[in-house]
């Protein structure tokens, strides 16, 4: 399928409509489908918020990730990821560093994607590890391999 883009206006972002990615979601992602959103949420033009401050936008996300916790698998990971991950998980934005996420608070989002997606990937009979492994790296984070075989033998 390849990259798909969802439009993201404010009215849709401002009613917790999530019907612009229930339109594009395929019953069972293919491994290489991509998401990314188009987000039109226009703003004063002497409000320096980042898109990922703005409450009304980060709460739209946060119901995404309720509904659809796989989802970050399947993102555009140039940037799309950063962006979704820092709807979820504070953060401090620098012109100079970018992004910079709490780093417990990272911690516990990463961990938690990685317990739900592993258990998600097994129930799609996906053997895509090696995924998973890489959307983390893509946030800095590296996972040990051994915990993969933790969570195999895991009752």
């Known amino acids: 399928m390849g990259l798909v883009e969802v439009p993201l206006s404010r009215q849709v972002i401002e009613r917790l409509d999530l019907s612009p990615v229930r339109q594009v979601l395929p ?12 987000i039109d949420y226009p703003r004063d033009p002497s409000d320096p918020r980042e898109l990922s401050e703005v409450p009304e936008v980060r709460l739209w996300f946060i119901r995404l ?40 608070a990272l911690d ?16 799609q009979g996906q053997e895509r590890l090696g995924k998973l492994q890489q959307m983390t790296e893509v946030l800095g984070y590296q996972l040990d391999p051994a915990l993969f075989d933790l969570l195999a033998a895991a009752p």
Do not use: T
């Open 27 to 38: 019953a069972c992602p293919d491994p290489d489908w991509q998401l990314r959103f188009a």
């Open 65 to 104: 990730d309720a509904h659809y916790p796989w989802l970050p698998l399947f993102l555009d990971w140039q940037g799309e990821l950063a962006r979704y991950v820092a709807m979820l998980v504070p953060h401090q934005f620098s012109p100079q560093d970018g992004i910079q996420f709490n780093p417990e």
């Open 108 to 123: 516990i989002f990463i961990m938690s994607k990685v317990f739900y997606l592993y258990h998600w990937l097994q129930q």
